[in-house]
């Protein structure tokens, strides 16, 4: 429990009184309490529904940029049988949005296969080498990345020249030039009316996995 001597100078914004007393009857400390306030949770009606979340304060799938193209091609690869691959990253975000959208796509029937970047050989994002892998020996036809892509010009082009579009969900900083990918799902796009932009990885794949299912 911290102290009620907190230093509030360690936050920009000193919790009210009044607050701090709604915070102390949720068995929140000052520390907490600080931090929440200066999230923009600073009354009763906020400190409930974030300490209370449930199913229906999530925002619809689909107000993310490119979510319905997203959805559709996937649906169209598990219909026709096609073989997916879900390419990830070696990170904990980029291993936990690989298993959520595992998850989604096994439950929907899908034919896939994961693939986890090593972090030495493969570096981060997209590859080359594996696209041309994966796409001349094992016979994808769909591609979706998750918690990594933006960047990834020229593995997707290749992949999208051989007839093999490319799904990108990822929350990195959007370069100048996006590559050209059949479909782009991230929180920051300019074209997109999502209301929160601070997805992680994970998040954003869970968004998809939420509009597939």
Not at 168 to 196: K, M, Q, R
């Amino acid at each position: 429990m911290i102290s009620s001597k907190f230093d509030w100078k360690q936050v920009d914004q000193a919790p009210s009184e009044p607050f701090l007393e709604l915070a102390k009857k949720e068995n929140l400390d000052n520390l907490a309490a600080g931090i929440l306030y200066e999230r923009g949770i600073d009354d009763q009606a906020k400190l409930h529904d974030f300490l209370s979340a449930d199913l229906s304060q999530l925002h619809d799938p689909y107000l993310l940029h490119d979510m319905d193209k997203a959805v559709e091609r996937i649906r169209s690869a598990i219909e026709a049988g096609q073989q997916i691959l879900i390419y990830g990253d070696y990170d904990a975000d980029g291993m936990t949005s690989s298993s959520i959208m595992q998850e989604a796509l096994e439950m929907l029937g899908a034919e896939y296969q994961v693939y986890l970047p090593n972090r030495f050989t493969d570096g981060y994002g997209p590859n080359l080498s594996v696209y041309k892998y994966f796409i001349e020996q094992q016979e994808i036809s769909l591609i979706v990345t998750v918690d990594n892509g933006v960047a990834g010009h020229e593995a997707i082009a290749y992949a999208q020249e051989q007839g093999i579009d490319v799904v990108v969900t990822d929350h990195h900083s959007l370069p100048d030039n996006l590559p050209d990918a059949y479909a782009i799902v991230h929180p920051e796009h300019p074209e997109g009316d999502y209301p929160f932009k601070y997805l992680a990885g994970c998040g954003v794949a869970f968004k998809l996995a939420s509009a597939l299912l």
